[in-house]
């Protein structure tokens, strides 16, 4: 069967409390030089003023997209429920979702499809991110690391290799994913039980069930980083979800894909945490913090006895 060379891709805006940033997220999908686009923005649930000003851009710029979608909500269900109230929205082949502090690279879209229609047998594309301190200017770009050369980013790194690699790391930019919408509905989308660890799950279902990610070695989107940010306001409140969702995901649904020695670490680690917590009563300070570092060598000293 002949692959349409121009499908339509929804590219999903997820926002939370974005105001500051989403319009200039807006601008760079407008600004893609490739044309089939359908633009869902996805809230959820900001008290600021993201929702009006979204609204308003759609209204200026709405003949630019096939289609144009505000989604909102009246409950906050996290990152994982947010992307798939847009993806539940969208009609397009591919899903290109983007957070609305960060940019698209005006190209990326038509780079991206490019490679698709030269490979149809693709599934996952996804590109190296710059990032910024705060502000998408030259001189606000950091320092990072070259992605090219890692085993993961390799054309012959198998789905089965880099599953068992990204369930000891994840190097691969949320921000760059582009991912056909039927094999994101054979995975089950995003898994909500684990609200803001969406990306990492995603990408291990992915490849578990065999499907390749492809990786280009272009920059595919900007990330900002700031004082704004989901990541950074209540900044200790949010890593501690964070780390419990993560520790929650790998102990409950992928604990069986580990070696028994890695295993033995991954139950050491939620012993330490839960007797930390209690022993403490949820508190933390320096001495805690490092009392709970000089714990965790223990299993990083196991692990390495046995290799």
Known sequence: MKTNPTPLVSVVVITYY???????TLDSI??????HIELIISDDASQDQTTSLCQKWIDEHRSRFVNVRLVTTQKNTGTAGNCNRGIAQSTGEWIKIIAGDDCLEPNVIETYIAFINENPNVKCVYANVNIYDNIFQERYLLPQKQLNNLRINQADCSAKEQFELLLRSNPVWASTIMTRKDVLLQIGLFNEKYAI???RPMLLELTRNGHQIHYLDIVGAKYRRHTESVQTVKKSVFISRLKQNQEDFFRFEY??????SEQWAIKYRYQKNAFIKKAFNNKSNSLIRGMSHLLDLIPKIYLRSKQ
């Open 255 to 260: 604990l069986q894909y580990y070696s028994p």
């Open 197 to 199: 660890f969406e990306d």
């Open 30 to 35: 407008y600004a893609q030089t490739y044309p």
């Open 18 to 24: 974005s105001a500051a940033y989403v319009l200039e």
